[in-house]
Nanobody, 122 residues
Framework: QLQASGGGLVQAGGSLRLSCTNS????????MGWFRQSPGKERELLAA????????YYADSVKGRFTVSRDNAKNAVYLQMNSLNPEDTAVYYC?????????????????WGQGTQVTVSS
């Protein structure tokens, strides 16, 4: 079970930190990804961490603004979002893939949490 939280309404230029907790066991063996989807647009992979550590992916649209991190002791993954703009408005999802090596493909993720809404006002 994945549960994302931390969304909300923020002004352009502001920051939010999303959290995703995994109630399952062996969290450290899961690669984790953050996605978003807004109406009329395809789901977009924003950032991901491979379970082995040492490999991180960022989409060009968020590179330099968003930072993904994880705390295996807390079974949690985070997405720190800075310099938000209205184009970042979307529902944000976390996803997990056990022993997943190719973290760049959405179809590789097996488990999905309920999304959390992020709205950025201009």
């Amino acid at each position: 079970q994945l549960q994302a939280s931390g969304g909300g309404l923020v002004q352009a230029g502001g920051s939010l930190r999303l959290s995703c907790t995994n109630s399952g066991r062996a969290f450290s063996s899961y690669s984790m990804g953050w996605f978003r989807q807004s109406p009329g647009k395809e789901r977009e992979l924003l950032a991901a961490l491979r379970w082995t550590g040492g490999s991180t992916y960022y989409a060009d649209s968020v590179k330099g603004r968003f930072t993904v991190s994880r705390d295996n002791a807390k079974n949690a993954v985070y997405l720190q979002m800075n310099s938000l703009n209205p184009e970042d408005t979307a529902v944000y999802y976390c996803a997990a893939g056990r022993l997943l090596m190719d973290i760049t493909a959405a179809h590789n993720y097996n488990y999905w949490g309920q999304g959390t809404q992020v709205t950025v006002s201009s």
